[in-house]
């Protein structure tokens, strides 16, 4: 899994660097986020098949659904976490956040990958938010908040859908509450 998704994040940050200096048309912005979100099903065979038991009446199964909805999830956490950045350490703030709740819930802090994104990010927000090097700060832009979502969905996807760690998919949801809301409101007005 943390190979594949190394290598389709590659992908995200490559085609995003180009986006921040050309400033592509919104049809290939998604048109490369649906692409590298079924790289990373096809190789991974990792996706959502299961909601869990929402309503009550017993677990949710997606069937033939699975893939489109996977891509539909992944394209929406990538724009929801591209649309909340703007204020410094919000976007990447708000990533950490979901990855600590979603690594301590689910057991998966314990993996590498997890572990490097997390320390990746809270030293981008040292610099970001201005408390190591007073002069200087960086900055996303659309590759890094594209690469962050890229990652935040695939971290939530991958522990909810897999049997070995234990955390059930509407949680998961109430993890991305900040960003999702923020997209969500944005639509509507």
């Keep these: ?6 290598l389709t994040s590659v992908l995200i940050v490559i085609f995003f660097l180009i986006d921040d200096q050309k400033n592509m048309k919104p049809f290939y912005r998604i048109a490369a986020q649906s692409f590298a979100s079924l790289i990373m099903i096809f190789f ?3 996706y959502i098949t299961n909601l869990g038991n929402l309503f009550g009446y017993g ?11 996977t891509v539909f999830c992944i394209v929406g ?20 956040v979901m990855l600590l709740f979603t690594g301590f ?17 809270i030293g981008f927000l040292a610099f970001n ?17 594209n690469f962050i979502g890229f990652i935040v969905a695939w971290v939530a996807i991958h522990c909810s859908q897999m049997e070995t760690y234990t955390i ?3 949680t998961i949801v109430w993890f991305i509450a900040i960003p999702f809301l923020d997209c969500v ?5």
């Design 44 to 46: 991974s065979e990792i």
């Design 59 to 69: 677990e949710i199964y997606l069937g033939y659904l699975s893939i489109p909805f």
């Design 168 to 170: 059930n998919p509407i």
């Design 185 to 189: 409101g944005l639509i509507i007005s």
């Design 105 to 121: 819930a689910s057991g998966f802090i314990y993996d590498s990958m997890l572990v490097l994104m997390i320390g990746s990010i």
């Design 1 to 6: 899994f943390s190979n594949y998704l190394i």
């Design 77 to 96: 956490i990538m724009n929801a976490f591209n649309m909340i950045d703007g204020i410094n350490g919000l976007c990447a703030g708000s990533a950490l």
């Design 129 to 145: 938010l201005r408390i190591v090097g007073k002069k200087r700060a960086v900055f996303l832009g659309d590759h890094g908040s």
